[in-house]
């Protein structure tokens, strides 16, 4: 009994028995569950005393001591008040009045104390989950033998289900059913049907698969589990907003500058730096990797055997990466020719690396090596302004490869950015994305496109195919809140109890000028001793952008309108035979990829052979203008500058 023991901290640990099964029991923990099962129902009553009695042998203090919650179900009585002020001769109406103030009062204080009740709840539910996760990493785990355990998905947000999910999950049957049209969420899912980190497909001693149901979640693990996990490696302290600005933002015309561009290519156009956000092209292109767990998950399905669960992580992610486009009104830097960008986050166990490949046509190329996957991308967009709208058509594919072989190829789908002159500025995404893979499954996802009436945009609505075209799942949901699944070809009324969680997004941080994510604002830090490492055609080095990210918009303006003289010379470089550092094609006009070798030129810290491309250079050179200049002096005060979006989407 002590290897088992050990295992488990009975003091943040929950017991139930099971209701289908007398011999059977079920320990909660905020990691994992275990599936437990006795010889005789007196046996298991005694494993649960023994269970019990072991908290008493070891003295801890709960995480609720001295913070017992506050009764959320207050009332109070107006008797008293309205009867002494009868008795002073007050008008009935007037008490009437005096007492409709008073329980206004009292609401808008119950309701405050019961938002204070719920983020307190979820305060120690995540100090339980990683004083559980400290304690049995130390662990020495359960011996070979007739207990099994499986590691579940768990987040900051939720806690173990009860042992009434369990036993009903048990029970659930898959039904198989015809097609369904594309649904509404919000009418199935005005709250998560499944919270994010439940408690899902706990085997058995038995041998027999489960359904695909319980198969599809067993060994889940989510992006906090894995950070837990990676304690091996340095923590780095990531910053949790942007630098306080130093001068006062300007307000400038965003008519008086496009109104001469219409129907033209907008990246020809040069605009000022207020019309930025402090992060490059580059950077933005790693923006998309936030959600990485979730290839991380597709991967170790992909080991179990389970390729339908491979995909379906693989279409989350896709659609994952447009969640942080939700206010995002600026545009990103346009990197200069041989501009790079290097991202290494141990505790997500991704290292990215991309660069600035061509100019004529703007392409940037990108790579990544995550926990069994590799992904790769280069990366080209075209731009038309309508008037009211700007449109944005990605070119390129999207490259997945797992260590197993298997491959996904994708392309993204046409953003629009509406309301640019009158109206509230919202971005939308619209077409159908098909996920080719080489395996046993493909996607197609088909993202709606809003109309003015639609009072629940941003749907995505698509299908798993297997090898002979048969749809084996439905996937629906929002491109900027989360991802459902059935299994089948989801036709019918969808039952919501039906339904599995395979992807949320996080809660965006405190509204800023930018509407950064919390994982944007890390992109362009520089940790404690990285500026040393990195070469100099890093983007984190580049002086507009810096000065804007710090608020300095004079600097950053004149900086941004100095280095645009230089990127002008950029396509007499191409024509002289310039090659990217890192990157070359695959053949005539095929895309780029990665050459390898950038990692270990950063170790040895060798950059001889990067230029200092945000240096002074020689203004001799042909200084053609490859667009339209426009001087920030004449551009007279009217709307603010956030009203252009020109994203770089993949």
């Given amino acids: 009994m002590l290897p088992f023991l050990y295992s488990v901290n009975s003091q943040i640990s929950s017991f139930r028995e099971s209701k ?26 005694a494993w649960l005393q023994a269970l019990v009695s072991t908290r008493s042998l070891f003295p801890h203090r709960s995480l609720n001591d001295n913070l017992s919650l506050v009764p959320t179900d207050l009332s109070v009585s107006t008797e008293g008040l309205k009867k002494r002020l009868l008795e002073e001769g007050t008008g009935e109406g007037v008490v009437q009045d005096c ?43 359960i011996h070979d033998g007739e207990y099994q355990l499986t590691k579940h998905e768990f987040s900051k947000c939720s806690t173990t289900e009860s042992s009434d999910d369990i036993e009903k999950q048990e029970h659930e049957e898959v039904s198989d059913e015809d097609e369904m049209p594309f649904h509404d969420t919000q009418e199935y899912f005005t709250e998560p049907i499944i919270s994010c980190g439940s408690m899902k497909g706990v085997v058995t001693n038995s041998n027999k698969q489960s359904d695909t149901q319980s198969q599809s979640n067993k060994g889940e693990e989510t992006q906090t589990e894995k950070e837990v996990q990676d304690y091996k490696y340095p923590h780095v302290e990531r910053r949790k907003e942007l630098p306080t600005p130093v001068e006062k933002e300007k307000g400038v015309s965003l008519w008086s500058m496009i109104k001469d561009n219409v129907g033209k290519d907008l990246t020809r156009v040069c605009l000022p730096v207020y019309f930025n956000e402090p992060i490059s092209s580059l950077q933005k292109c790693c923006e998309d990797l936030e959600y990485s767990y979730l290839l991380d998950r597709a991967y170790e399905y992909g080991k ?46 991704i290292r990215f690396f991309s ?18 996957w590799k992904f790769w991308a280069d990366s080209n967009i075209r731009t038309k302004f ?47 994305m098909h996920i080719r893979g080489n395996c046993q499954h493909s996607c197609k996802l088909k993202f709606k496109e809003q109309s003015i009436l639609d009072r629940n945009p941003h749907q995505v609505h698509g299908f798993v195919e297997d090898v002979m075209g048969q749809k084996v799942a439905t996937l629906f949901g929002k491109w900027d809140e989360s991802m459902h699944y059935v299994n089948g070809d989801g036709s019918g009324k969808l039952n919501p109890s039906d339904a599995s969680l395979l992807w949320k997004s996080s809660k965006p941080p405190d509204v800023t000028r930018y509407n950064l994510t919390s994982f944007a604002m890390t992109l362009n830090e520089l940790t404690p001793g990285l500026q040393e490492k990195l070469p100099p055609t890093d983007s984190r080095l580049r002086p507009d952008q810096r000065h804007l990210e710090n608020g300095e918009y004079e600097k950053a303006n004149a900086e941004k309108q100095r280095l645009e003289k230089r990127q002008r010379m950029s396509r007499k470089l191409q024509e002289t035979g310039w090659k990217p550092r890192w990157f070359e094609r695959e053949g005539e006009g095929g895309p780029f990829r990665y050459v390898g070798g950038y990692w270990e030129t950063r170790k040895q810290g060798k950059w001889d052979e990067c230029p200092d491309i945000f240096g002074e250079f020689n203004e001799g050179l042909d200084d053609q203008t490859e667009g339209t200049i426009i ?11 956030s009203l252009i979006y020109l994203r770089i989407w993949w």
């Fill in 99 to 141: 007492e409709r103030i008073m329980l206004s009062e009292f609401s808008q204080l119950h309701g405050q104390l019961k938002v204070l009740c719920e983020e307190r709840s979820n305060l120690l539910d995540t100090l339980r989950q990683f004083e559980a996760a400290n304690y049995e990493a130390e662990a020495s785990g």
């Fill in 386 to 432: 309508w008037g009211r709208s700007i449109q944005l058509d990605p070119v390129g594919v999207l490259s997945l490869q797992f260590d197993d072989g298997e491959i996904f190829q994708w392309s993204k789908v046409t953003t629009s950015i509406y309301n640019l002159i009158l109206g509230k500025v919202y971005c939308d995404h619209h077409g159908t």
């Fill in 355 to 372: 660069e600035k490949v061509s100019h004529h046509p703007t392409l940037i190329a990108c790579h990544c090596e995550g926990r069994g």
């Fill in 20 to 45: 289908s099964d007398d011999r059977k029991f079920y320990i909660f923990t905020a990691t994992k569950t275990l599936h437990l099962r006795t010889n005789s129902k007196s046996e298991r009553a």
């Fill in 631 to 641: 001087g920030v002096n004449s551009i007279p005060n009217k709307l603010n500058l």
């Fill in 304 to 349: 179990m055997g389970n390729s339908l669960q491979r995909v379906l992580n693989v279409a989350a992610f896709a659609v994952s990466g447009y969640a942080s486009s939700v206010g995002r009104h600026c545009k990103p830097f346009n990197p200069l020719l041989g501009e790079t960008y290097e991202a290494d986050y141990p505790d997500k166990g």
